[in-house]
């Protein structure tokens, strides 16, 4: 308890300029926000090699959420309670669905989205979720001269081979464009498997989108998140699918063929690749996500 | 790292280490009780304490001490004590269900706090700086069209969600939702 001699020191900033200032002066400084994901790492209590500890919750304008035309911005530290309640009435069917499933109410009320992306934690639901919908996040990162902002899109953050902690940068703000759900052509599809507090090892999350384009085209878009590894994400810019090719059950199996073989290929380079059985099962909810665009569609 | 903070209505002014989880320095504090488990965030739920500052139930494994000056922290085993549970005690009487003797003291201090939010309808977030932000977007929500079985589908997913976090198996959800329901009239009684 009275330990004094490994207690972290607390910075407590209330300007990002002042954030950016502390990435260029201290040596390896832990960025805290909820806290619902460094506290339960074994190793960060009492870990001698963490000296000073960045509180972000008090950083002015990271927890705003700003709505407009074209996109809605939200603050990194905005919980996901948060921001379950405040786009209840216009986020779109998969966010709302990423965002009410998960880890329990309690923990929801205490983790932040900019937390969420940052880690790869428990709520990669949420994350497979704003990398399907296109999301982009603005990250203040620390280069060894200066540092610098930028906005990229979540897709190339994740895409890193290995989703991990940010050292010596932030995530201020997650950019999600506005979207038309309106249009009835339209039709997303979300599915959990496996938990992923309990084990995200067996785990990934599937999010799937079509829209009819024409008189027989399917755009149709979908991401897989494999908690530990990374995502994959289909586009079809070339218009693979057509309404004829997916009403038949052998042609979806030989969609879905396809799929796992473009699953292998992205993942061949990673040091880590989903396992077999989970592959399988990502195949299985891909032809389940078929066959509901065939069940609409029909 | 001076912290002071109020635990069971009592002043703790003590030096601690920053970073340290509360429920170490509950078990510290509290030596003869070994009810703060630690199961380095595997979410059990074991440790959960209510924060009246903002009226939220906190895990205490979660919670470093750094973020508690100033805080308001009851323990469950404190409030099971006292006279303001006896009501959520009744109501277990009354639907003739009884939680383990594990989880007893959290799983009634859950109890009590969602019959609050239930009751005041008015969910409170961690950060009020822009609440005139807040209430225009519950006005929002308000006006969208919701059909009574959402409403009440709605409630049922934040109560099952809130006691998804104790991983105790000696409750089944209707269990869960029955005992709310014989809080909720023994509060308003």
Redesign the interface.
Known sequence: ????A?????QTPHLITKVDKLFEQLNNPLI?AG??HI????M???NVL?PE?I?IKNVSGL???VQTEKYIEIGA???I??VK??G???FPSVLKASL?QG?????K??ATIGGAIAVNGVYYNLVAALVHLGAMIEVHYYTGKETVQRTIPLSTFYDSKAPRLLMKGLITKVILPQQNEMNSNKYSYYREVGSP?EDPSKSFVFVGSYEIEGISNLAIDATVLFSDIGFYKLSDKNQVFRIPQISSFSEIKFLGESYRRNIEEKFSTYKRKPDKLRVDKCIRVFEDFLLAVNERLT | MKVRFLLNNEEIDMNFNSNQPLNYTLMELNSKSNRYLSCNGKDCGLCIVLDRKNDEIIQSCLTPMFRLQGADIITPDYFFSQKVASYVKVAYKDVNMIPCDECIQKRTLLFDWIANVLETKTVKVNNQKDSAFYQQMEKANETRPQSPREKVQQYKDFILSTHSLIKCNCMTPGDILSITEAVLQRRRH
């Open positions: 308890m009275f330990n004094g490994f207690s972290p020191i607390i805290f806290g619902t506290m339960r790492c074994v960060d209590y009492p963490i500890i509180d927890d705003k959420f530290v905005n919980t309670q948060r309640e405040l209840d009435s216009f009410s880890a329990p109410e309690i923990v009320r205490k507090v």
